[in-house]
């Protein structure tokens, strides 16, 4: 039969394990949503440039074809 302190000690060294595991975890976790959320936001926002580029040439383009008419 094991004593008191194995059993004690066991489990804290369980309970400290799963800690651990569960702390790399969440870092991970946040440092992958924050890493998408920053890839998104810049994504997007090139996106708008880009859009917001394309329009204006757009824009213009239309505004020659009316000048021409």
Do not use: H
Request: proline fraction near 0%; aromatic fraction near 0%.
């Amino acid at each position: 039969e094991k004593t008191v302190e194995e059993k004690v000690g066991e489990t804290v060294e369980k309970t400290v394990g799963e800690t651990v595991e569960k702390t790399v975890d969440e870092k991970v976790g946040e440092t992958v949503e924050k890493t998408v959320e920053e890839t998104v936001e810049k994504t997007v926002e090139e996106q708008m440039a880009a859009k917001s580029e394309d329009g204006d040439a757009d824009e213009a383009t239309e505004d020659d074809e009316s000048e021409d008419r």
